[in-house]
């Protein structure tokens, strides 16, 4: 890639991993601070958190940026979060955020095209400037102090990106208790500035106050030579108990030739703390009942000699305050360890490789042990190991596939996301609901729903919900429309239904719009309701009149039916005039291996799945009844089935006629019953779904009731049977 | 359409350029194939029929662990069914991501194919079984009709 350095390249993608995983944990706080319309201070010290990483990494990997704007966004966060301003323009506040993560999240999609230029991010970095400088104003004006400090915040806004040199200024060096220790790096280290930063953020927890020289080390390259020359200067507070520990640390740090200090912390280092702390939270100022009383009072304690002493505010804060802050550093450290010990990623193309391996072995042991050349030998031996294989390469499967199982919260969370955009741009009030979203399914089964779910949200926000809060009060609904996406799983399938309670299909209008663009192929009064609205997702279907920026086109739907299909899915639609409409994704846990029975018909091998058969029944006589249109019924026990020959259904000849000589097989699926009447059984094998050429969608051949083929050990194919829709189909 | 286009700029191409054909019979009529279309040809091989599609999909045959769905060009272009014999053969084509089997009564050779050979399909009002027809070859006092494999296979 031109965009990086040589040697670089191996850190891309973990670059890119942790940024996007960054920006969506952002949008995921952003979007509940939303809602609630308040930060928590937890909430704050993520965001500063992410944001602080994104700058670091971001300017290590020379994406100067995107490392500017995340410090921008880094240094309004920490004002909010210092001085904790009332903030009337919140909604600005979300917008800007948001805007800038999605910025973001477009430069790191561009990352991986080679030849796109960094983007100009200085229009968003104004916005930024602009609301800080708001910011500044709110601090102020809470705060009760002189119009006088309003100038001054305004003037020091521009310099806020510096949080040192204020600071700086406003206490000269040498005269504040500070220890001052100079560090030398080993000659020819390389990347000086970046072994300093590491320093720093080792010790910065056991400091009160910390500043260095030179000071933008972390965004300036050439400070390294600065460095070389004249060691590297750290001037911190700490307490009594953590001054050794920061000393040690220094010690201690990789490639440290040497330190020196150059001057002992007084012993007043941490009382003088307090006694700052004291004419602060004494000052009878007019608006001191605020609780964020205390910048304003720095200011009467220590007056004309701080200009702007906010981006460092650390000396007017309580002992108490103190400790809680290292307290919650410390936590956020200790947890980002755990996650570092327990956890690593991995390329996903090693374990497409890897699940490909697993299910050629799985052939292989089905050709190894149902070897036609064992047929009739005795071989007690044998089958013991044998036996003992299957156990193992099941394991060996079931492994790897958990390994590939991912939660379906990532997709859903960013559909949030997109609703909340939407309502802002439509001007529509919707809920987003979600339900099971901890339902697990493979990973490559994930990565291709994002778009589909996301076109089905779209949709029933901008079509299914009604487009004014009136129309709805009118229905009898509740003014705020829902949009429910829930997730389960069921016999080896998950399910995931996008609802919405708005006005739901209008079976008329697609009947209409399906003859305008020439859909129907036979008679209009023969369409049933079901297959009107399965309409909707045919390719340029669309009914609404008019093209939103949402939806329209008529494209949609059309992508997410070929979409769910291309990962072996189906989607159909239900829907009740005026109560909402259902779109029910079905898809299967897993693209690769299933248990499955086969049986024959006629000479026709077909693969049940296992977790799909209740049981097989060989059938006596009086089990098999006539309903009064007919229909073939079995009697098992004391429950009635519905009895589905599949010779019929598939038209195959030469088949078993006779129920009593054939075996029913019992199967279930979503709740539902019914037998399905063999000619055999054949065996039971663990078998690697293969799905159906794409060339068979246009005869929806999963809605005919199969699921895919595989490929059994002696080479033949069969035909694996989806139960649910035989079921279906029949009944 | 990108694929659209790309595929009328390809029907053109042969007949400007000419090209290489596999030679093949339905009956004792001889068809062609454009070369850059084929993987492979194999012998007649057990086919897993698929229910409930339309008839010209005969199943399902094992490519290597790969699935792939044959066509019986026979049905598609309207002659009756005839048992496999030996000489039977499947031409294995891929054609835009889609590898599929094309069922036909034997394959006789290669052909080089020159420009002047060829004369495009007569343009009827009606549609009708020349629909498959993409172009007439005559050369060697044979006449060879190239089938267009993207109506036969997607349409």
């Known amino acids: 890639m031109s965009r990086f350095e040589s040697g670089m390249e191996s850190m891309i993608d973990m670059y890119i991993y942790e940024t996007t995983s960054l920006l969506e944990q952002l949008d995921e706080i952003m979007m509940r601070t939303e809602t609630n319309n308040e930060f928590g201070e937890e909430d704050i010290n993520e965001i500063f958190r992410i944001m602080h990483t994104i700058k670091g990494s971001s300017a290590m990997m020379g994406l100067e940026n995107m490392s500017v704007l995340a410090h921008r966004i880094e240094d309004m966060f920490f004002i909010i979060r210092e001085e904790n301003p009332v903030i009337d323009e919140k909604k600005t506040l979300f917008q800007l955020i948001f805007d800038s993560s999605d910025l973001l999240k477009a430069e790191i999609d561009m990352l991986q095209d080679d030849d796109s230029e960094p983007t100009d991010f200085s229009d968003q970095i104004t916005k930024i400037e602009k609301f800080v400088e708001y910011l500044k104003k709110c601090v102020n004006g809470e705060g009760g102090a002189a119009p006088a400090a309003e100038g001054e915040a305004a003037e020091a806004a521009p310099e806020a990106a510096d949080e040192a040199k204020p600071a700086e200024a406003a206490q000269p060096e040498g005269s504040s208790g500070f220890c001052k220790v100079r560090v030398y790096f080993e000659d020819n280290c390389e990347m000086e500035n970046l072994r300093a930063l590491i320093i720093v953020n080792k010790i910065k927890e056991y400091c009160t106050e910390l500043k260095t020289v030179p000071d933008n080390i972390e965004n300036d390259p050439s400070t390294a030579k600065d460095i070389i020359d004249n060691g590297f200067l750290i001037m911190f507070k700490s307490h009594v108990d953590d001054y050794k520990v920061v000393l040690s640390e220094i010690e201690g740090a990789v490639n440290v030739k040497s330190y020196e200090i150059e001057e002992e912390p007084s012993e007043l280092a941490a009382p003088a703390t307090e006694k700052a702390a004291e004419p602060a939270a004494e000052a009878p100022k007019p608006a001191a009942a605020a609780p964020t009383v205390e910048a304003p009072a720095v200011e009467a304690s220590k007056p004309a000699a701080a200009p702007a002493p906010k981006p460092q505010p650390t000396a007017s804060q309580t002992n108490e305050q103190i400790n809680k802050k290292i307290a919650q550093q410390k936590n956020a450290g200790g947890h980002a360890n755990k996650g570092k010990q327990s956890l690593i990623s991995v390329n996903l193309n090693k374990l497409d490789q890897l699940q490909d391996m697993v299910g050629e072995i799985v052939i292989s042991e089905a050709m190894v042990t149902s070897n036609p050349d064992l047929k009739g030998l005795k071989l007690d031996n044998f089958q013991k190991a044998a036996r003992e294989l299957r156990k193992l390469t099941d394991e060996l499967q079931d492994i790897v596939m958990s390994v590939r199982m991912v939660p379906l919260s990532g997709v859903f969370n960013k559909m949030t996301r997109i609703v909340r955009d939407m309502k802002v741009k439509l001007n529509k009030d919707v809920d987003l609901v979600f339900e099971g979203e901890e339902t697990e399914v493979d990973k490559s089964v994930i990565d291709n729903l994002n778009d589909p779910i996301m076109h089905m949200v779209r949709n029933s926000v901008d079509h299914g919900i009604e487009a004014t809060a009136e129309e709805r009060i009118a229905a009898g609904k509740p003014a705020k429309g829902t949009v429910t996406l829930a997730a389960y799983s069921s016999s080896g399938e998950v399910i995931i239904v996008v609802s919405d309670d708005g006005g739901g299909i209008d079976c008329q209008r697609v009947l209409e719009k399906a003859r305008e663009n020439g859909l129907l192929t036979k008679p209009e009064e023969e369409y049933t309701e079901k297959e009107i609205f399965n309409m909707v997702m045919l390719p340029g279907f669309s009914t609404n009149k008019e093209v939103t920026e949402y939806s329209g086109r008529g494209v949609g739907m059309d992508v997410v039916r070929q979409g769910i299909e291309k990962i072996g899915g189906t989607v159909s639609v239900d829907s009740k005039a005026g109560e909402g409409t259902n779109f029910i994704i079905k898809i299967p846990l897993s693209l690769a291996i299933i248990d499955g029975i086969e049986v024959s018909v006629g000479k026709s091998i077909f693969t049940i799945p296992t977790n799909a058969i209740k049981k097989f029944i060989k059938l006596k006589k009086n089990q098999l009844l006539h309903d009064t249109s007919h229909k073939e019924i079995i009697k098992d026990g004391n429950k009635l089935y519905p009895l589905i020959r599949l010779n019929q259904y598939y038209g195959i000849q030469d088949s078993l ?46 809605q005919q009731g199969m699921a895919g083929c595989t490929i059994l050990g002696d080479g033949s194919i069969t035909i694996i049977l989806e139960i649910g829709s035989i079921i279906e189909n029949n009944g | 359409m990108a694929n659209e286009s790309a595929y009328q700029a390809t029907k053109n191409e042969f007949n400007t350029n000419g090209g290489q054909i596999l030679l093949y019979y339905i009956d004792d009529v001889l068809y062609g194939i454009e070369i850059q279309y084929i993987n492979e040809i194999i012998s007649v091989m057990p086919i897993t029929v698929v229910p409930r599609v339309p008839e010209f999909i005969k199943g399902v045959i094992n490519i290597r662990g790969k699935v792939v769905p044959v066509i019986s060009v026979r049905n598609k272009i309207n002659k009756p069914e005839i048992p496999y014999n030996d000489r039977t053969s499947i031409i294995i084509v891929e054609i835009e991501d889609l590898t599929v089997g094309l069922i036909v009564d034997s394959v006789r050779e290669m052909a080089e194919v020159l420009p002047t050979d060829t004369c495009s399909a007569p343009d009827y009002k009606m549609v009708n079984e020349n629909q498959y ?17 993207h109506k036969l296979i997607l349409e």
């Open chain 2, 133 to 149: 027809i993409k172009s007439i070859i005559d050369s060697g006092g044979e006449i060879k009709q190239l089938l267009d494999i």
């Open chain 1, 657 to 702: 006629d006779n129920v009593y000589e054939g075996v029913v097989v019992l199967v279930e699926s979503d709740g539902r019953y019914a037998c399905i009447l063999v000619d055999e059984l054949i065996g039971e094998q663990q078998v690697v779904v293969k799905p159906f050429s794409p060339m068979f969608n246009r005869y929806n051949i999963k």
